[in-house]
Structure formats: structure tokens, C-alpha cells
């Protein structure tokens, strides 16, 4: 077949290139299917999958944490509802257009910002601003037509009943900081959670979460919703129920805030459990307010440190409450007779080195007793000197000083007890017998924790026996179902002899009775105690307080440190003795007479 | 002129039964997908109503077209040339304007794009042209005369302006000057000449977007300064220009006779691409360029002119191998998917078919276009077979184009896919194309 009135090869020649067209067309075809090929069949289900995600919304509804509770029920920390604005992103469109933020503005009569900020963002949706009022929520959910992707969207809010007072215990939450997001992440958080910080808060906080709910939507690429599929109302986090008596609480907060430099820790102790009855780091911070980021801001740059929960973080030499240790080890060890005196001059000459007592006019003769009552050096020189560091070392260990006590609290740290090979490696120096003979009364690089000082104040209290020190009893879900709760553990135990122990108490109870703590003298009710002042580098002394009463049969035992307070027994003891008044009901008139 | 059969006995025994089953088949799925993709607009019925009227239009014309001889068309090649410019000049008076392209005859119901009938008038036209001339193939002044015929339409049509309509005359031209027997050579030289006109104004518009963005390219951003701000560009061409004579003259020397007519073609062709290049950035619109330039990279604008290619690979991606069934679509039915009556079509196959229906698609086009070859390949006369292959190529360009645009391996540029997309003007012309087709097809056993 040719074509009509051509010639054939003008036939044939066409042929040709038809054939190459078509092959051509060919290839295009096959590109095509290929193509087709990869999107459908070898991507199908990544595609399939954004596009569920792009038409999927998720509304993220916070579940109320958990209520925290005194040990008499009293509510610390609970929820109040509040609402806030949230955008959700659609189509082209991940932030809210320009006019809908005026609009916004005008409502709220504040600067809404459309912020990229990591923390603002609920995965997808974006938080627009928080805490608006009832009328500001009303107003805005009747324009809700002309604002689009923008909805409101209840929240819970924590609230404490006192939050200064408590602060420690309870500890705050805020949103997640854009650098520990990955970390948190890790852990399990989503973004957008709050998280717990410091005290009850951190250390429970996966049983406070509670969980997230919300309706699941479907949305067109404008935004607007088309229809709901199902709606998982959040759940509350579980309660937690503490161990603090509020009371107590409260009234150590205030008279600690009252005291000479209004900084300080206190800690009392169930002697019996080893449950923390109160424990106060001041000043503290309210923790109402610290979410929001100017208050975090000045909170942080005080100088006073609101945040340092010093009862289990800080730091400080043990002072003349060290004796406590020295004593017992001397009673062990050196098998010394109480009666025995010695003389004191007010000084103790070590070769050239004057080591001077508080006393500068010398207690006189001093027996074991009377010495630890007047909290008398050059005695503790003495002893120190022939014990040796080595047993002081290890007595102070056995004392669980320089551990953990293991209180569910986070960030508890272990304190320090020096040893002489410590001093060779950080110091290049040798250990010399004047470090023994300081050493001996809690000077030197000797570093406790308040609560260590109660933990080892209801150990002696109880004679050797020592309750873990726990802050939380039980932590219960709403449906009553326990999920939590504290078992007492006594597996520790302080082996000393029955002459140690109770030569120790007669000591202690001497000195509130007639010595240094007189000040916390009680009527009706024997107190045992031991005052320190502690020479810091820093500053001014630190004024201690270590007590448990009552003596004969102790219920409670506890730590009072002043931070820069100057003399224990006139500034640390009077606190103690408020405490103790409380604790045991009796009216401070009838005291004095 | 013999006349053994009456028409209807000839229409039965020498139709080619494939190509219409192709037609009605794709019809058929065009139907079902403009019903599906215009149900989230609310009024399906009426979309629908419009496109079964031009069908109807459409069918009359191509029996009309079927029953009439094609070779009239070659001895009245002249009026059709007049009546096609006819067309594209009263548009520019009495059109309305669409999304700023003044391209329409409004008759209030219906609206009517006269480039889609000038489009089939031009392949007629140009395929007339080939067959007369086509001893004189070898010559310049054929090629001068064919693109003095291209280019009255072009302009006509960047008048307008409508950028994309005109993109389908390009590889019409280039497949017809290649089968009449023009020398590959100057084809490329063709071809260099209308990238450069297309490229030039892209490269400007890409520069300003990359200056916008990388502003950490130094040398980038000091090329596009350069570029733009001084003569820069024309030494760059001068320096192209003098290369390729230096080259030319080495080979000489060297002894290798190349005649000197190619690198002066060439030469000129660049020049000439040049020079295009200011009306062609004078027509072209800012979303167009920025689209074209999107495509080149889409990392330029993700969230503006990249939504789009994005949101329809989405939609064919996420059909998977069944798809997601009639009207459950949920790029489709949500608004995701933008255009998608129109140009993203192809997109709610993809969703709503899964790959089956869709490689069917593709499948059924190939189908339609290689009986479309066949026909040419079997028509009595040169100039039958030019036409044939003419309407072939333009079909073809349309579904490449559209569907490579819907898949992310074409820029967007607006091309509906012929047959499928709703729209009265194109579904007229496609019949119409399809009736010349059938009326080739069917003479091609008569002899006179």
C-alpha cells in the first residue's frame, strides 16, 4: 500500500520515521507507568498515610493531674479549669492568617502571637495564648465562623493551697523546655505535656500524668470540620497521698521565715516509720506563680536561691551536732569512763597550733556528759586526737553520712566525708592530726545534709534501728484501685551497745535539760537534743539544732539548721521548741511559767 | 468517484472498531470521575449536565467530520488558515476575560474557547502546507514559511494571553516537520531557539526567587546580579556565539568539510531565541513562571506553588493498588486536591481507581493513540497520514504533559487532559479531532 500520486520511497521514508514516533511514545508511556508504578504500588502506603494525617485531627484535651494530699488529707496541690486558645493547621496554612490574629487582639486586648515555638506546639496545633476568662472565651466562640482553624479549648491548670509553704514538697509543673524536649521525648512525654519539677511533682509524676483525650475529627483543606469520629474523655492522673503534716508544716515555714536570716531547712521525722512529718527548705517560692516566665525569671535570679530545696541539696559543715558521732565512736572504742574529768582551759595546744573552745573562759572540769551538754571542745579535741581519723571516718559512715538517704525526692545529694587518702589526691597533702582534732567536731570538709542529721537523729533516738525517710504513703487512682504503697524497711541498722546508746541519751537529754538546749525545754515533755554552730568559710555560723523527743519514748526526731544564724542554742533551739509545741499541743503561755 | 457503498455500509466495515472503543471507554470514565470530583462543590449534576451537552455538541460534530471527505480540507486549506486567525483575532475583540486570559466566547450557559477548535484548524493548515511543499523540504525558506504560519497563531494566542494553550503547537510542528523529512539538524537548532525564548525569562524569575532565599550562594547571587543589573547576558551569548564559529573554523582547518551553512543556523536560531524571549516574558504571567520555575525545584516555594504538585502526588500515592473506592476519595472529597475537575483529574483516578483503573487509563490512551498512528500509517494520501499523525502527536503531548504534571515529573502549566478533564471547549475539539480521524480512517480503501 502507497500513498496515492506520491512516489513509494516518499512512502517508505515515512515509514521510517512513523516507526521511531512510535517508539517514542512508547518510551513516554512506559516513563509514565513506571511513574505511576512507583507513587501507587512502592510508596502507596507513606502517601496513604499523609493523607490520613492531613485529613485527621486530633483535638488534645490535657487530663488533669492527680490531687496531692497531706497526711491529714488536706489538699497541696489540685486542678482549676481554664481555657485557652489553640490553632490548628490546614491546608497552606500553618500559622493563623494576619486579620484572625487582629481579631484576636481585639477581643483579648493583648499581643497574640503566633509563636513557632516548640513548646507552644501540641504536635501539629499551635497554642495561641492561655488563661482567658469566661467572657473572652464567649465572645471569641461566636465569631468562631469568620476565625478559621482557631478553636477554644478547656484546660486544667494546677493550683496550690500553700504554695509557699509546701513548695518544696510538692515541687511545680510547667511545659517542657524547647533543650529537653529530645530527652523527655525519650522518656515517653509528648510534646505539649506538662512536666513535674522538684519535689512530689518529679518524683511521681508518672502517676500524677494522668491521660490525654480528645476528639478525633475530620477536617476539609480549609479547616472546618466535617465530621467527629470519636471522643476519648482524658483521664485524671492518680492521687498521691503524702506524709506531711501541714500544720506542722506551716508552722515551721513561718517561724523558720521569721528567724534571724529567714534562710534554713528543718526536717522532722516519724522516728517509728521514718515518714517525713515536714520538711521545709526557706525561703521557698510560690508555686502558683512560677509558670509563668517572668516570675520563673526572678525566682531564678534571686539571690537567696527560692528554687534549692536545701533540706536535701545543700550543703553544710555539721559543726559541734558531729559530736554525736565522735561520742559514740569514743564510747565504743576507747572504753572511757563518764566520771572521768578532764580540765578546760578554753584551749588546746596541738604541737605549735592553738585549737581554742567556744568557751573562751574554759568550761573547767568537764566529765563525758557535762561536755557534750556544754558542747565543750577542748574535751572533743581529745577524743578526736584518740580515736584517730580513721575511726571517726568510720563511724561517720556508719552513720550513713556521705550517702544517700534514698527519700523519694529528686536530686538528693550524698554530702562528703574526708579521708586521708581524699586529701593526698585533692590537696597534695598529708593528712595531719590537726585535721583529726577539727574533724572531731564536725569542722573541715565535712559536708551533711539537714536530712542526713534527722535520719541520723531518729537512728539514735530509736538506738540503731533506721527507717528509710519517705515522703509519699500510697498512691491511689480514682477508682480507689492502690497503686502504690509504702512499705517500711528497717533492713538498716547502726550496731552499737546498750551502754553506748543509752550514755548517749542521758548526754543529749543533759543538754536540753541543763545545757545549750535549754532553750527547747518543754513542760511535761523530755526533749533530747544537741546544739552546733558550724564555722563556715562563707560567713557568719551556721546555727544547728538535732532533737527528738520524747526522750523516753521518742516519736519524732528532726534537723534545724539556720543558714548564717550565728550560736545554735540561742537561734536554732527556739524553733525547735515552736515544732515540738505544736507537734505535741501544748499552749507556749503555760510553757513559760 | 466510486460509490459502490452507501455511508453507513462503509461506517460499519471500515471504521476502526479500537480507536472509538478507546474513545467510549475513556468517555466513560471521564463521566464517572467529573461526577465523583464535583460532588464535594455540592452540584454534581450540574457539571455533569454541561459536559453531556458539549458531548452531544460534540458527537454531532464528529459524525459531521466522519461523513465528510478530510481532503476538502487540503483543497480549502487557505479559508480554514483564514477562518482559524479569523477566530483567534475576533476573540481578542469580542472575548470575555477568564482568569485574566481573554479567551472566551460567552453564550451565557456555555462558554466557548476558540483555541481549542484553532488548534485542530492549525494541524490541518500546517499537514496542507507539508503535503504541497513537500519536495522543497531541504530548503530555509520552507521552514521560514512553515514558522511564518506558527508564529501568526502563537501571537495571536500570547495576545491573549494564554501561555499554556500554545505549548501544544511546539511538539505538533517539530514531529510533522520531522516526518515530511526536515533534516533532525535544524529541528534541534528549532528546538534550541524556543527553550532559550522560554528559558530566559525563567532563569530571571528563578534567580530572584533563589536571591530571596540562598543568600549564602555567593557566587550565585553575583551571577544573578550581574545578569541582571548590566550587558552581562549579552557576552555570555556573544561568547556562545563566537565559540561555536571558533569551533566551527578549527574543524575547518583541521579538515573537516562542515558545511558553513550549520553553524550560521545555529547562530541565528540563539540570536533568534533570544530576541523571543522578550515577548515571551512580556506574556507570560508571574504565577506561570513561578510554577515552571517550582518545578524545576520545588524546594523554592513548598507551601505556595509546590502545594499543589504536592497534594496530587498525595492523591495518586495514596490510591495504593485498589484505591479508595467511588466519591470516598479523601483528597478529593475534602478539597485537598486542587483543580480537580480540570487539570488534576487524573489525581482523583489515581485516589479514588487505585493503580488498576488509573495504568487502565493510561493503558486505553496509548491504545487510542497508537490506532491514531495506525490510521496514518494506512491513509490513502500523504496528506492524511500528516494530519493523522499531527492529531496523534497532539494527543499524546496533552496526556504526557497533564499526566506527568499530576505525578510530579512535569511543571505545572495548566494543560487539561483531553477526554477526561471537564471543560465544553476541549471536549468539542477532541470529538472533532476524533471525527477528522474517523473520516481518514474510513476512506482509506477508496481510490479515485
Given at each position: 500500500m502507497v500513498w496515492q500520486r506520491e512516489e513509494k520511497f516518499a512512502y517508505e521514508a515515512f515509514l521510517e520515521k512513523h516507526k521511531i514516533i512510535l517508539v517514542f511514545f512508547i518510551l513516554l508511556f512506559a516513563c509514565l507507568s513506571i511513574r505511576l508504578f512507583y507513587l501507587q504500588i512502592i510508596k502507596g502506603n507513606s502517601y496513604r498515610k499523609i493523607s490520613e494525617q492531613q485529613r485527621m485531627h486530633s483535638t488534645h484535651?490535657?487530663?488533669?493531674?492527680?490531687?496531692?494530699?497531706?497526711?491529714?488529707?488536706?489538699?497541696?496541690?489540685?486542678?482549676?479549669?481554664?481555657?485557652?486558645?489553640?490553632?490548628?493547621?490546614?491546608?497552606?496554612?500553618?500559622?493563623?492568617?494576619?486579620?484572625?490574629?487582629?481579631?484576636l487582639n481585639k477581643i483579648l486586648g493583648r499581643d497574640v502571637k503566633p509563636t513557632i515555638d516548640k513548646r507552644r506546639r501540641y504536635g501539629r496545633v499551635v497554642k495561641l495564648a492561655d488563661n482567658l476568662t469566661i467572657e473572652e472565651m464567649f465572645k471569641i466562640q461566636e465569631k468562631k465562623m469568620s476565625l478559621e482553624g482557631i478553636s477554644v479549648v478547656k484546660e486544667p491548670r494546677r493550683?496550690?493551697?500553700?504554695?509557699?509553704?509546701?513548695?518544696?514538697?510538692?515541687?511545680?509543673?510547667?511545659?517542657m523546655n524547647t533543650y529537653e524536649v529530645e530527652e523527655l521525648l525519650e522518656q515517653g512525654?509528648?510534646?505539649?505535656?506538662?512536666?513535674?519539677?522538684?519535689?512530689?511533682?518529679?518524683?511521681?509524676?508518672?502517676?500524677?500524668?494522668?491521660?490525654?483525650?480528645?476528639?478525633?475529627?475530620?477536617?476539609?483543606?480549609?479547616?472546618?470540620?466535617?465530621?467527629?469520629?470519636?471522643?476519648?474523655?482524658?483521664?485524671?492522673?492518680?492521687?498521691?497521698?503524702?506524709?506531711?503534716?501541714?500544720?506542722?508544716?506551716?508552722?515551721?515555714?513561718?517561724?523558720?521565715?521569721?528567724?534571724?536570716?529567714?534562710?534554713?531547712?528543718?526536717?522532722?521525722?516519724?522516728?517509728?516509720?521514718?515518714?517525713?512529718?515536714?520538711?521545709?527548705?526557706?525561703?521557698?517560692?510560690?508555686?502558683?506563680?512560677?509558670?509563668?516566665?517572668?516570675?520563673?525569671?526572678?525566682?531564678?535570679?534571686?539571690?537567696?536561691?527560692?528554687?534549692?530545696?536545701?533540706?536535701?541539696?545543700?550543703?553544710?559543715?555539721?559543726?559541734?551536732?558531729?559530736?554525736?558521732?565522735?561520742?559514740?565512736?569514743?564510747?565504743?572504742?576507747?572504753?572511757?569512763?563518764?566520771?572521768?574529768?578532764?580540765?578546760?582551759?578554753?584551749?588546746?595546744?596541738?604541737g605549735d597550733r592553738h585549737y581554742s573552745c567556744w568557751y573562751k573562759q574554759g568550761?573547767?572540769?568537764?566529765?563525758?556528759?557535762?561536755?557534750?551538754?556544754?558542747?565543750?571542745?577542748?574535751?572533743?579535741?581529745?577524743?578526736?586526737?584518740?580515736?584517730?581519723?580513721?575511726?571517726?571516718?568510720?563511724?561517720?559512715?556508719?552513720?550513713?553520712?556521705?550517702?544517700?538517704?534514698?527519700?523519694?525526692?529528686?536530686?538528693?545529694?550524698?554530702?562528703?566525708?574526708?579521708?586521708?587518702?581524699?586529701?593526698?589526691?585533692?590537696?597534695?597533702?598529708?593528712?595531719?592530726?590537726?585535721?583529726?582534732?577539727?574533724?572531731?567536731?564536725?569542722?573541715?570538709?565535712?559536708?551533711?545534709?539537714?536530712?542526713?542529721?534527722?535520719?541520723?537523729?531518729?537512728?539514735?533516738?530509736?538506738?540503731?534501728?533506721?527507717?528509710?525517710?519517705?515522703?509519699?504513703?500510697?498512691?491511689?487512682?480514682?477508682?480507689?484501685?492502690?497503686?502504690?504503697?509504702?512499705?517500711?524497711?528497717?533492713?538498716?541498722?547502726?550496731?552499737?551497745?546498750?551502754?553506748?546508746?543509752?550514755?548517749?541519751?542521758?548526754?543529749?537529754?543533759?543538754?536540753?535539760?541543763?545545757?545549750?538546749?535549754?532553750?527547747?525545754?518543754?513542760?511535761?515533755?523530755?526533749?533530747?537534743?544537741?546544739?552546733?554552730?558550724?564555722?563556715?568559710?562563707?560567713?557568719?555560723?551556721?546555727?544547728?539544732?538535732?532533737?527528738?523527743?520524747?526522750?523516753?519514748?521518742?516519736?519524732?526526731?528532726?534537723?534545724?539548721?539556720?543558714?548564717?544564724?550565728?550560736?545554735?542554742?540561742?537561734?536554732?533551739?527556739?524553733?525547735?521548741?515552736?515544732?515540738?509545741?505544736?507537734?505535741?499541743?501544748?499552749?507556749?503561755?503555760?510553757?513559760?511559767? | 468517484m466510486i460509490q459502490?457503498?452507501?455511508?453507513?455500509?462503509?461506517?460499519?466495515?471500515?471504521?476502526?472498531?479500537?480507536?472509538?472503543?478507546?474513545?467510549?471507554?475513556?468517555?466513560?470514565?471521564?463521566?464517572?470521575?467529573?461526577?465523583?470530583?464535583?460532588?464535594?462543590?455540592?452540584?454534581?449534576?450540574?457539571?455533569?449536565?454541561?459536559q453531556f451537552l458539549a458531548f452531544g455538541l460534540g458527537v454531532v460534530g464528529l459524525l459531521f467530520l466522519t461523513s465528510l471527505n478530510y481532503q476538502y480540507f487540503k483543497q480549502l486549506d487557505k479559508v480554514v488558515y483564514v477562518l482559524s486567525l479569523v477566530l483567534l483575532v475576533s476573540v481578542l475583540i469580542f472575548g470575555s476575560v477568564k482568569r485574566g486570559t481573554r479567551g472566551w466566547f460567552d453564550f451565557g450557559y456555555i462558554s466557548l474557547q476558540p483555541v481549542e477548535i484553532a488548534k485542530i484548524m492549525f494541524i490541518l493548515v500546517l499537514a496542507s502546507f507539508l503535503d504541497r511543499k513537500a519536495k522543497e523540504a531541504k530548503r530555509v525558506s520552507f521552514l521560514i514559511s512553515v514558522f511564518a504560519i506558527l508564529i501568526s497563531h502563537l501571537f495571536l494566542i500570547m495576545m491573549q494571553p494564554d501561555f499554556s494553550s500554545t505549548l501544544s503547537y511546539f511538539p505538533v510542528t517539530l514531529v510533522l516537520l520531522f516526518m515530511i523529512g526536515v533534516q533532525p539538524f535544524y529541528l534541534l537548532c528549532i528546538m534550541v531557539l524556543g527553550s532559550l525564548a522560554i528559558c530566559i525569562p525563567l532563569l530571571e524569575t528563578f534567580l530572584n526567587m533563589q536571591l530571596q532565599l540562598l543568600q549564602k550562594e555567593i557566587f550565585l547571587t553575583n551571577f544573578a546580579i550581574a545578569l541582571k543589573s548590566s550587558w552581562f547576558g549579552v557576552y555570555i551569548a556573544l561568547t556562545v556565539l563566537f565559540l561555536i564559529i571558533g569551533s566551527w573554523w578549527f574543524l575547518w582547518k583541521l579538515r573537516v568539510k562542515i558545511s558553513i551553512v550549520y553553524p550560521v543556523v545555529l547562530c541565528v536560531s540563539i540570536l533568534l531565541g533570544c530576541v523571543a524571549s522578550i515577548p515571551v516574558e512580556k506574556s507570560l504571567k508571574d504565577y506561570q513562571r513561578k510554577r515552571?520555575?517550582?518545578?524545576?525545584?520545588?524546594?523554592?516555594?513548598?507551601?505556595?506553588?509546590?502545594?499543589?504538585?504536592?497534594?496530587?502526588k498525595i492523591a495518586i500515592g495514596s490510591g495504593k493498588f485498589t484505591g479508595k473506592g467511588f466519591k470516598k476519595g479523601t483528597?478529593?472529597?475534602?478539597?485537598?486536591?486542587?483543580?480537580?475537575?480540570?487539570?488534576?483529574?487524573?489525581?482523583?483516578?489515581?485516589?479514588e481507581g487505585g493503580w488498576i483503573i488509573?495504568?487502565?487509563?493510561?493503558?486505553?490512551?496509548?491504545?487510542?493513540?497508537?490506532?491514531?498512528?495506525?490510521?496514518?500509517?494506512?491513509?490513502r494520501d500523504r496528506y492524511g497520514s500528516l494530519v493523522a499523525v499531527g492529531l496523534a502527536t497532539m494527543f499524546a503531548f496533552y496526556v504526557v504533559i497533564n499526566i506527568g504534571m499530576v505525578m510530579g515529573m512535569m511543571p505545572v502549566t495548566g494543560i487539561p487532559l483531553l477526554l477526561l478533564s471537564y471543560g465544553g471547549s476541549s471536549m468539542l475539539s477532541s470529538l472533532c479531532a476524533i471525527g477528522i480521524l474517523c473520516s481518514i480512517s474510513l476512506r482509506r480503501y477508496t481510490y479515485y
Open positions: 484535651e490535657r487530663a488533669p493531674r492527680g490531687i496531692i494530699y497531706s497526711a491529714d488529707n488536706a489538699v497541696l496541690a489540685e486542678n482549676e479549669f481554664t481555657y485557652i486558645i489553640l490553632f490548628y493547621p490546614f491546608g497552606q496554612h500553618q500559622t493563623p492568617s494576619n486579620k484572625n490574629i487582629e481579631e493550683i496550690y493551697y500553700s504554695p509557699e509553704a509546701t513548695s518544696h514538697i510538692t515541687g511545680y509543673t510547667n511545659e512525654y509528648k510534646i505539649g505535656d506538662y512536666v513535674g519539677r522538684g519535689g512530689i511533682e518529679q518524683s511521681y509524676d508518672k502517676y500524677l500524668q494522668g491521660k490525654e483525650g480528645g476528639w478525633q475529627i475530620e477536617v476539609n483543606a480549609r479547616g472546618e470540620q466535617v465530621k467527629a469520629f470519636k471522643y476519648v474523655s482524658p483521664e485524671i492522673g492518680a492521687n498521691v497521698y503524702s506524709t506531711i503534716d501541714l500544720k506542722l508544716q506551716q508552722t515551721t515555714y513561718d517561724a523558720l521565715k521569721n528567724s534571724a536570716t529567714g534562710r534554713g531547712a528543718v526536717v522532722v521525722l516519724d522516728i517509728k516509720t521514718g515518714a517525713v512529718k515536714a520538711l521545709v527548705s526557706c525561703p521557698g517560692f510560690d508555686a502558683n506563680k512560677v509558670g509563668t516566665n517572668k516570675d520563673f525569671g526572678n525566682y531564678s535570679r534571686d539571690k537567696q536561691l527560692p528554687f534549692f530545696n536545701r533540706t536535701t541539696q545543700s550543703f553544710y559543715p555539721p559543726g559541734s551536732i558531729f559530736k554525736v558521732v565522735t561520742f559514740a565512736a569514743a564510747v565504743e572504742l576507747l572504753n572511757i569512763n563518764p566520771k572521768e574529768t578532764i580540765n578546760c582551759t578554753g584551749s588546746f595546744e596541738l568550761h573547767g572540769k568537764v566529765n563525758l556528759i557535762s561536755a557534750t551538754a556544754q558542747s565543750c571542745g577542748v574535751y572533743f579535741y581529745q577524743l578526736g586526737l584518740e580515736l584517730g581519723v580513721r575511726n571517726l571516718e568510720k563511724y561517720a559512715k556508719k552513720f550513713y553520712l556521705g550517702q544517700k538517704t534514698g527519700i523519694d525526692l529528686p536530686n538528693e545529694k550524698k554530702g562528703f566525708v574526708p579521708s586521708p587518702e581524699w586529701k593526698k589526691l585533692k590537696m597534695k597533702m598529708s593528712w595531719f592530726q590537726g585535721d583529726t582534732v577539727i574533724l572531731a567536731i564536725g569542722q573541715g570538709a565535712l559536708w551533711v545534709t539537714p536530712l542526713q542529721m534527722a535520719y541520723m537523729m531518729s537512728a539514735v533516738a530509736n538506738k540503731g534501728i533506721c527507717h528509710k525517710p519517705y515522703i509519699v504513703d500510697k498512691v491511689v487512682e480514682v477508682n480507689g484501685n492502690e497503686l502504690y504503697k509504702h512499705v517500711l524497711e528497717s533492713n538498716e541498722y547502726i550496731n552499737l551497745s546498750d551502754k553506748t546508746w543509752s550514755l548517749l541519751h542521758q548526754a543529749l537529754l543533759e543538754t536540753v535539760e541543763h545545757g545549750t538546749g535549754r532553750r527547747s525545754k518543754l513542760p511535761g515533755i523530755k526533749v533530747a537534743g544537741k546544739t552546733g554552730t558550724a564555722q563556715n568559710p562563707q560567713g557568719k555560723d551556721h546555727a544547728w539544732f538535732i532533737s527528738y523527743a520524747p526522750a523516753d519514748n521518742p516519736e519524732i526526731a528532726m534537723a534545724i539548721i539556720i543558714e548564717n544564724g550565728g550560736g545554735g542554742g540561742l537561734n536554732a533551739v527556739p524553733i525547735g521548741r515552736k515544732i515540738y509545741e505544736t507537734y505535741f499541743n501544748i499552749d507556749p503561755e503555760k510553757g513559760d511559767q | 459502490e457503498k452507501n455511508f453507513f455500509q462503509r461506517l460499519t466495515s471500515n471504521i476502526d472498531w479500537w480507536l472509538v472503543f478507546a474513545f467510549a471507554v475513556l468517555m466513560l470514565i471521564s463521566f464517572i470521575t467529573i461526577y465523583s470530583a464535583c460532588f464535594n462543590y455540592g452540584t454534581p449534576l450540574k457539571y455533569l449536565s454541561v515552571l520555575v517550582v518545578f524545576l525545584n520545588p524546594k523554592v516555594d513548598p507551601r505556595g506553588s509546590g502545594y499543589n504538585i504536592i497534594q496530587s483528597q478529593t472529597q475534602l478539597g485537598f486536591l486542587p483543580e480537580q475537575h480540570t487539570d488534576f483529574i487524573f489525581s482523583v483516578i489515581g485516589e488509573a495504568q487502565l487509563t493510561l493503558f486505553f490512551y496509548f491504545l487510542f493513540i497508537w490506532r491514531a498512528l495506525t490510521i496514518a500509517k494506512e491513509a
